[in-house]
């Protein structure tokens, strides 16, 4: 269906009707005039009435040339060429029309002298709106405007010019006052784009930035590795000033769609050397296409992540299980339009693992042929002071969903694990490695394949550090960090998505899969990094306060024990743990003791846990 311009619509394309109108009766008098035949066309009958023709036909044609509707502070050639176009049919239906209408044609020469001052109005019309618009940030004589920040450009690729352009044409989405580009192209240095110098190269970036009196730094170089954009933000951290960065998307874009491209801040993700790890689609197989995939925790962080990056995978139906309405309700109004256009259906249920009626209507009703279990009580310091409910919630949840998978003959399960389940030191790492040793010996008695996955951090998922920052800093601050020393294992929610469902191909039961992390990150380092890619100073403008580990809460993370031998899969990113599997009797009496003791207080509750979890050794602090 054809969209209705609306009010707004003809409120600023009123102006250039007018224009338009009154600039076809100038061009036709003037060019009469200046080929001596204007005493000829004004002495005709219908001199009156072909003016009005010709203003008509001009206002028509240029509406099917959408010059009433582009976006003309904007304007590039290909504008000035739909101009010239525009004008030059103009005036030909106008000439052929005349003649039909009136019975008479005026002399070529009117017309052509007339297309040539029409096209002149129009154009200087139409790019003085650009002009204008561009007055916000440059004049004529190249003044900045107060309270646009000076800005260097990294890269002086397509990109770049891109974010120059806009800047100069006064964009909201990128504001800026552009001083100069740097570029590691040796070859442009010295050269200008939009009038603009490119000054040097990326390792000049602290040195431009002091001698330009550089308030902001704009990252234009979507294509860039993620080592080299890390070595860049690096040098930008160092200059001091707010780094800002173009969308990665921007580089499959259309040319045509680059206006609305705006900028955002730069995030923790950008800041790690390692390459994000794709999906693996020629590993992944046959064992999600067409077929129904139950999600458990589909409204968490990694649960909705994991419906997004099943798409590609083409599996018949999505099911959303998860106890919180609300995450899951946005999920499936995000995905569902996709998922109709490649054939998914995409179905949600509420309801909590530890509900055994409401799990079992799921499993009849869906029979679902793969399962990716995501849901756990997963927030540390809380689960400390709950210690049945995250027994109840993590261990008994996911037997509940393990003897489900079985009874109904699933082909694959997969836990989703972490690396607090190493020599836990708290009560939510020890019922993920109690979890881990469940899908252990459910593998020894069943035909569906049951693994894990451990992984660290996932950056950006519900509670985590960054997060965290970010509101401190919207704040003012302080960051809280617990201990200056403390590291962790970060991974982008997709990339641990990615890895997981790839895992649950290569899974052939009772794997524990070790995703590749990269190193540890200081969680001091990424807060002081925060805080001076947003231009502030720490301990002047922001400070970094240190509060002290919290409980159960480990300096540092493993992602395997000292016992547990690991070898590489046909995935180079991921791993699997050959250790010895836990018998089956020793996990059922594990399982029969924490059932036993969910009525005793928290540290005694806490002691048969870790009778339960032999690695798990709790701290003496609830």
Not at 483 to 508: C, K, N, W
Not at 584 to 593: A, F, G, K, W
Not at 603 to 617: D, G, N, S
Request: hydrophobic content about 45%.
């Amino acid at each position: 269906m054809a969209t209705v311009p609306g009010r707004g619509y003809f409120v600023q394309a009123l102006p250039l009707f007018i224009i338009d109108i009154l600039g076809t009766l100038a061009a036709f008098l003037i060019a009469a005039w200046s080929t001596n035949t204007s005493e000829l066309v004004i002495e005709t009958h219908h001199f009156g009435w072909h003016l009005a023709l010709l203003a008509a036909v001009n206002v028509i044609v240029f509406a099917l040339f959408r010059m009433y509707n582009n976006m003309w502070r904007y304007a590039s050639v290909d504008d000035a060429g739909r101009i010239i176009l525009a004008t030059l049919v103009g005036s030909l239906v106008g000439d052929i029309l005349g003649a039909l209408v009136f019975g008479n044609r005026l002399p070529f020469r009117v017309y052509i002298c007339e297309w040539a001052i029409l096209f002149v109005i129009v154009a200087m019309a139409r790019f003085l709106i650009r002009i204008n618009a561009g007055k916000r940030s440059w004049s004529f004589l190249g003044v900045q405007e107060t309270g646009l920040p000076r800005t260097l450009i990294v890269g002086a690729g397509e990109s770049g010019s891109l974010v120059v352009n806009r800047m100069l044409a006064g964009s909201d989405d990128i504001p800026g006052c552009p001083i100069c580009f740097v570029d590691d192209d040796s070859a442009k240095v010295g050269r200008r784009i939009h009038g603009i110098p490119v000054d040097g190269t990326c390792d000049d970036i602290p040195h431009v930035c002091e001698r330009r009196g550089i308030e902001q730094i704009v990252v234009a170089v979507p294509a860039a590795t993620r080592k080299e954009k890390k070595r860049i933000f690096d040098l930008c951290i160092e200059s001091g000033c707010k780094v800002l960065t173009v969308p990665d998307r921007i580089k499959d874009t259309p040319a045509d769609q680059l206006g609305r491209a705006v900028l955002r801040d730069v995030e923790v993700p950008d800041l790690l050397a390692r390459e994000e790890v794709m999906l693996d689609a020629a590993l992944v197989g046959d064992y999600l296409n067409g077929k129904t995939v139950l999600v458990t925790g589909g409204g968490g962080s990694i649960g909705s992540e994991l419906a997004r990056q099943l798409l590609p995978a083409k599996p018949a139906k999505i099911v959303l299980f998860d106890i919180y309405e609300n995450t899951v309700y946005e999920l499936y109004h995000e995905i569902s339009g996709k998922a109709r256009e490649a054939g998914i259906q995409v179905v949600t249920e509420i309801g909590s693992i530890t509900h055994m009626p409401a799990l079992r209507e799921v499993f009849e009703r869906h029979r679902p042929h793969v399962i990716f279990h995501a849901a756990a009580h997963k927030h540390v310091p809380l689960m400390e002071f709950n210690p049945r409910e995250a027994i109840e919630n993590n261990v008994f949840g996911t037997q509940n969903v393990v003897d489900m998978a079985d009874e109904f003959g699933c082909s694959h399960f997969i836990l989703i694990s972490t690396d607090k389940a190493v020599n836990p030191t708290n009560v939510m790492g020890a019922t993920k490695r109690m979890c881990e040793m469940i899908i252990q010996k459910k593998a020894e008695e069943s035909n569906t394949v049951f693994a894990a996955v451990r992984f660290g951090n996932v950056l950006g998922s519900h509670g985590s550090v960054i997060p965290l920052f970010k509101r401190q800093l919207k704040e003012g601050g302080p960051l809280t960090v617990t201990h200056q020393d403390i590291t962790r294992y970060f991974m982008t929610i997709p990339e641990a998505s990615r890895l997981v469902i790839t895992a649950g191909a290569l899974a052939e039961g009772g794997e524990i899969f070790v995703l590749d992390m990269g190193e540890p990150v200081r969680i001091y380092d990424l807060a002081e990094n925060l805080i001076r890619l947003s231009g502030l100073t720490v301990g002047e403008d922001i400070e970094i306060k240190v509060t002290g580990l919290r409980p159960g809460e480990k300096l540092y993370e493993e992602l395997s024990m000292g016992d547990e031998p690991t070898k590489p899969t046909a995935n180079g990113s991921i791993t699997v743990i050959c250790g010895v599997r836990p018998e089956v009797q020793t996990v059922n009496e594990r399982l029969d003791l924490l059932a036993g003791a969910l009525s005793e207080d928290v540290p005694q509750l806490k002691q048969k846990l870790a009778e339960a979890v032999p690695t798990y050794h709790p701290q003496n602090n609830a």
